[in-house]
Every structure is written in C-alpha cells, then in structure tokens.
C-alpha cells in the first residue's frame, strides 16, 4: 500500500535521500523516486537518479512479484548511472532530450539494479512503461527523433516514419541487459 512517484528535481537538499540507491545530486538536474507511506505522512526513502546533466523521470511503474520499481525517462548525461551492462550501456546521442534511460530498483530504493540507455543519435524520450505479470519483461513507450534507434529490426515498423517525431515501443528483458525488440511507431 505504499506510495511510489518519480520525478526531477534540481534541489540538492532532497529530503531522505540518506541510505538511497544515490545519496546526492550527480549535478544538473536530476530524477528522483520516493516511497511514502499510504497516508502519505511519512516520507519512508528517496533517492536521486542520475549523471552530472539532465535527467528526467517521467514514468514509473512496481513489478508486482517483487516489488521492483522500474522508473524510465530521459538523460543528457553521458555518465547515467549503473548502466554497465545494461543493454545499452553507452549514450547514444542527442543534444535536446538526449537518450531515454529505463531504470530498476529494489523496492526499499536502496539499490538500483540496472539501468539502461535506449536510444539513437537523435533525441529519445520515454513516457510510459508497464511491466509483463507473467514473464516480467518490461514494455517502454516514447518519442523518438533517431533515425537509428535500436533494434528495430523485424519490428512492426522497422524505419522511422519521417517528419519530426516518430514513436516508439520497445521490450526489454527483466534484468534490463537485453532489448528483445523495439518498433517505430508513426507517419
């Protein structure tokens, strides 16, 4: 019955951040997430999320099995953390929105897991994120503006549509280290 949100913020005095996954600010702007419980009068744990530039939460999601929390959003910070082996592990590009980043925490917020870039030489954003109940694989949704975002191909649309922004589905493994598939999706 706990409450998770995630967002941004550019305070470097968040509160309860002391024993989360990331004590401090990486500088810029940062993500955060936050557990609060139910009634919303106790702030139990929150963590920053991100490198020395711009990062960006904007959708979150419990694996329900677990407790997991997958956070996903997008960076400009070539240095995100925790990506070594995720199945992106290197920024991508980008120079407005950057890459979008999907990241997995335990539910105490004490540890992130993994975390992954996703995206191409343009500007990458993911807007929403849900996870598979039975294989846990998680589902990321967004806006893409790269004409080379990561493996589409045998995708349901394999090229960009053209134009501004295209949108994009991907699948990505539990464990985040593997894209399965990704999609354009747009005119």
């Given at each position: ?36 419980n ?25 694996e ?41 925490l ?23 994120i849900?996870l ?25 649309q ?15 493994t ?14």
């Open positions: 019955g706990n409450v998770f949100v995630a967002g941004y913020t550019a305070s470097t005095n968040f509160p309860h951040t002391t024993g989360g996954a990331q004590v401090t600010s990486g500088g810029g702007l940062d993500a955060f997430v936050a557990k609060l139910n009634g919303l009068t106790t702030l139990i744990q929150a963590t920053y999320l991100g490198g020395s530039s711009f990062d960006f939460a904007s959708t979150i999601a419990l329900s099995a677990t407790g997991n929390v997958f956070v996903a959003g997008f960076t400009t910070s070539i240095d995100f953390p925790h990506t070594t082996g995720g199945a992106q592990a290197v920024f991508g590009g980008g120079s407005s929105f950057g890459d979008a980043f999907v990241a997995k335990n539910n105490s917020l004490t540890t992130v897991t993994q975390a992954t870039y996703l995206g191409g030489s343009g500007d990458d954003l993911a807007s929403s849900a598979d109940a039975t294989t846990g694989n998680v589902f990321v949704a967004g806006t893409t503006y790269s004409t080379n975002f990561p493996v589409t191909t045998g995708g349901a394999a090229v960009n549509g053209g134009g501004t922004y295209d949108g994009f589905v991907a699948k990505l539990n464990g985040l280290t593997s894209l399965t598939q990704a999609t354009y999706l747009g005119g």
